[in-house]
């Protein structure tokens, strides 16, 4: 069962840093302002690392712990989504 599970981790790549997923929380309509917004994603990624860490005993973010890394800020979100579904579809064959 889990050779058909693809571990995939997505950034937004070390240029873009916070601005880019500020952006995104901020054009979604999740907050107003951009302090709202990186708190709100310091807050969700903290939650994310901790459940991520507790249940696979391995470490959020760290590569290895991965099959794919991907920069999503190379592709844009678009490009990014149509790239891991190729990407799954190879690896399941």
């Known amino acids: 069962m889990t050779d058909k599970i693809t571990k995939i981790v997505l950034t937004g790549g070390p ?9 995104r929380i901020m054009e979604r309509g999740d907050c ?5 917004a990186e708190k709100r994603s ?3 990624n ?20 991965y099959d794919l890394c991907l920069d999503s800020s190379l ?4 490009g ?3 790239f891991i579904v190729d990407f799954v579809k190879r690896r399941l064959g």
């Open 75 to 78: 592709l844009g979100v678009e």
């Open 46 to 65: 903290k939650l994310r690392a901790e459940y991520y860490n507790f249940y696979t005993d391995k470490l959020w973010g760290h590569a290895e712990s």
């Open 80 to 82: 990014t989504a149509q």
């Open 42 to 44: 310091d807050k969700i």
């Open 32 to 36: 107003n302002t951009r302090e709202a």
């Open 15 to 23: 240029c873009a840093g916070k601005t880019t997923a500020m952006a």
